[in-house]
T-cell receptor, first 114, second 116 residues
Framework: GNSVTQMEGPVTLSEEAFLTINCTYT??????LFWYVQYPGEGLQLLLK?????DKGSNKGFEATYRKETTSFHLEKGSVQVSDSAVYFC?????????????FGKGTLLTVNP | DTGVSQDPRHKITKRGQNVTFRCDPI?????LYWYRQTLGQGPEFLTY????????KSRLLSDRFSAERPKGSFSTLEIQRTEQGDSAMYLC??????????????FGQGTRLTVV
């Protein structure tokens, strides 16, 4: 079956530090990969996605590259801000567009201090 | 469009009672999903509708759970004879899917259920 393993949290960084949150997956076929973010008191929001190998998703300074050879989709940001404090979820869908059912990791809590 | 909305945002109920949650998806979205999220875990898929048809149900959806989407618009999730283990955040999401085109899933803010 499908599964997503992501870096255990919590992660605490100072403002302007470099961020990496590791994510690896197990899936059949060719899944699409996603990072969702959940800010305090808000619903899940799509942060970025990649639909095929070697694609790079990017948004708001965050990036992640779909690495099929290592089954990974690590999230990176060069300089985090206090406003990036949130829970980050890695997820996959391998329905080929016919069904957007998502399999999520457990989430990683990021706290950025001024 | 105001996005996916869920009602109520919070529900406290006594063990053994029935509860019903409502989800209003984004208006043009034909697909609707229910997920459950417990503390410290990622969301887990419960069920999926395309228009009014319920096309997939997870093993997590015991016979005490029932979901409907009668007119292909809003959806309800009912839990009968609630148990303490049902305490969780129930998330609804919607997306559009059709020949040659699909959007990502947009999530509501969830309904937090506490069974006491």
């Amino acid at each position: 079956g499908n599964s997503v393993t992501q870096m255990e949290g919590p992660v605490t960084l100072s403002e302007e530090a470099f961020l990496t949150i590791n994510c690896t997956y197990t899936a059949t076929g060719y899944p699409s990969l996603f990072w969702y973010v959940q800010y305090p008191g808000e619903g899940l929001q799509l942060l970025l996605k990649a639909t095929k190998a070697d694609d790079k998703g990017s948004n708001k300074g965050f990036e992640a590259t779909y690495r099929k050879e290592t089954t990974s989709f690590h999230l990176e940001k060069g300089s985090v801000q206090v406003s990036d404090s949130a829970v980050y979820f890695c997820a996959l869908s391998n329905s080929g567009g016919s069904n957007y059912k998502l399999t999520f990791g457990k989430g990683t809590l990021l706290t950025v201090n001024p | 469009d105001t996005g996916v909305s869920q009602d109520p945002r919070h529900k406290i109920t006594k063990r053994g009672q029935n509860v019903t949650f409502r989800c209003d998806p984004i208006s043009e979205h034909n697909r609707l999903y229910w997920y459950r999220q417990t503390l410290g875990q990622g969301p887990e898929f419960l069920t999926y509708f395309q228009n009014e048809a319920q096309l997939e149900k997870s093993r997590l959806l015991s016979d005490r759970f029932s979901a409907e989407r009668p007119k292909g618009s809003f959806s309800t999730l009912e839990i009968q004879r609630t148990e303490q283990g049902d305490s969780a955040m129930y998330l609804c999401a919607s997306s559009f899917g059709g020949a040659g085109r699909a959007t990502e899933a947009f999530f509501g803010q969830g309904t937090r259920l506490t069974v006491v």
